[in-house]
């Protein structure tokens, strides 16, 4: 899969992503990175990229013609289906499921903002969806660009040295996760639950959907609100209940 980056501060973008999982993506070529800067595709000596907003107000807003001109560039650039997605806190919200749906594509091209915004023309005319974080805002959206490359990557296959950790991720099938544990056994009186070290394959992977179960419920009810679950699961959950 390929990611192209329309940012004002690239090194911001290649030089995190070459770290961890996305890094070793990188270096495998699973994925590929490719940061623009639209300061690149401005026609003046001063290469603006911002002006005054008409009609008066903080801030500067970010210019039409070097934003389209670096979409242009690396759509010329990699000659395959894409999408133009910029990342805005008027966005939908990131979700897993966005993100497995995302992993899908060939090329996806994240815009990242800076000042007070973009002119609507390119959001309008250029970006195929607005996404965002969640319902704050932040300087730019470089970050968020590494988180959304970061979460598709690991979905992406030979990604991961096992690649049943991502099916069973936190929100992998809307659900929280369940507990983890580790050497040692007992931590300050604490012990790990027996069903664990049972060995018996079944009652744990039962224990663990009752323990993921009820951390939504504790943590994220509207998570369930939103799943059907099944007979066997409102069952675990009730008994997740009883004993809370």
Known sequence: ?????????????????????????????????????????????????????????????????????????????????????YLSPQGKKITQALLQKASELSQLILVAGRYEGLDERFIQRDCDEEWSLGDYVISGGELAALIVIDGITRLLPNVLGNEQSALQDSHSNGLLDYPQFTRPEIINGETVPDVLLSGNHAEIARWRMKQALGRTWQKRPDLLNEKTLSAEQESLLAQFKEVD
């Not at 890094?23 to 990229?49: F, Q």
């Not at 002006?51 to 934003?67: A, N, S, T």
């Open 1 to 85: 899969m390929r990611f192209d980056v329309i940012t004002l501060f690239p090194e911001m973008v290649s030089q995190a992503a070459l770290i961890g999982v996305t890094g070793k993506a990188i270096e495998n070529t699973i994925v590929s990175l490719n940061v623009w800067n639209p300061r690149d595709y401005t026609h003046d000596k001063h290469k603006t990229v911002d002006d005054r907003p008409f009609g008066g107000g903080q801030g500067m807003v970010m210019k039409y013609q070097p934003l389209h001109d670096a979409v242009a560039a690396a759509k010329f650039d990699a000659k395959a289906d894409c999408k133009v997605v």
